[in-house]
């Protein structure tokens, strides 16, 4: 998707200010330039859904560094968990990539075994249960 068209998805929304302008194309600037970290940073500053899906997007396209997950994808999870599942499966609908929609890549691109992304998701569970003692 061009950039004008992802900006243009964002002003739709009658709340959109120009400060959030402004951090949307931050965020996507970011993203296509291939700076995933910075973008990912700057997806954490806008609380939206449409953040959440970026940085889901980010995480998978990058390779889905373990640290990177723990640290950004903990939010997606906290804010909305269906997205933030969406890190770790394929929709069955998405056969080729190039068809593949918001979540093209799989959990396999991730750089966390089984065994780590249980744990992960066994720590938000645990955050979710316990809002106070979480990080």
């Given at each position: ?24 194309c931050q ?71 190039e068809q ?13 075994t089984n ?21």
């Open positions: 998707m061009l950039l004008n068209e992802e900006m243009e998805k964002f002003m739709s929304d009658p709340k959109f200010s120009t400060k959030a302008a402004t951090k949307v965020a996507l600037f970011q993203e296509h330039r291939g700076k995933y970290e910075q973008a990912l940073e700057s997806w954490t500053n806008i609380k939206t859904k449409e953040a959440c899906i970026r940085t889901v997007q980010i995480l998978k396209k990058s390779g889905g560094m373990k640290t990177w997950i723990e640290k950004y994808g903990k939010r997606v999870f906290m804010e909305d968990h269906a997205i933030g599942l969406k890190l770790f499966t394929r929709d069955e609908k998405e056969e080729k990539p593949a929609g918001e979540f093209g890549e799989n959990y396999d691109s991730l750089s966390m065994d780590e992304i249980l744990q992960f998701l066994g720590d938000i569970e645990n955050d979710l249960e316990h809002p106070m003692m979480g990080n």
